[in-house]
């Protein structure tokens, strides 16, 4: 028995946007590649959503966000996942998310950001080097 824990990473959809294939998509791609992936489905809130990575003990959380909600709905949940003294769980995101805002969310402590056009490898890439099970 034991081994190392897997990843386990949260994909959530917050806010109004019902646009959920991107989110969908990297959930899939995210499974395939060995790590644990929980989706929330739509219209999740901040407070929904970091409840879901608390109680799921996550180390990674991905939001899509497509709406342009993102200068409130990232530093929103950095707040409650500091509040709730789960800072240790990375944010990343992805979706419609303009490059010159890029630099604010990443000052904030959002992790990474992919854009429309990133591929599922790069992001997975990506969490191989940049994610370790916590705890």
């Known amino acids: 028995m034991g081994g190392e824990r897997k990843i386990r990473i949260l ?3 917050p806010g109004l946007d019902g646009h959920d294939r991107g989110a969908r998509v990297i959930a899939r791609g995210f499974r395939d ?7 929330t489905g739509l219209h999740q809130t901040p407070e929904q ?19 342009g909600a ?4 990232f530093p929103r949940i950095i707040e ?5 003294g789960a ?10 998310i303009p490059d010159t805002d890029i630099p604010k969310l990443e000052k904030i402590g959002v992790k990474a950001v992919f854009t429309p056009g990133t591929r599922i490898e790069e992001a997975i890439a990506w969490v191989r080097k ?5 705890g």
């Open 70 to 73: 993102h200068d409130y709905l």
């Open 11 to 13: 994909i959530a959809k």
């Open 87 to 96: 800072a240790d769980i990375q944010v990343i995101g992805g979706g419609i």
């Open 49 to 67: 959503i970091v409840a879901t990575a608390i109680q799921e003990d996550v180390d990674l959380i991905g939001l899509s966000i497509l709406s």
């Open 33 to 39: 590649a060995g790590f644990e992936v929980v989706y």
């Open 80 to 84: 409650l996942l500091k509040e709730k």
């Open 130 to 134: 940049h994610v370790k099970p916590r």
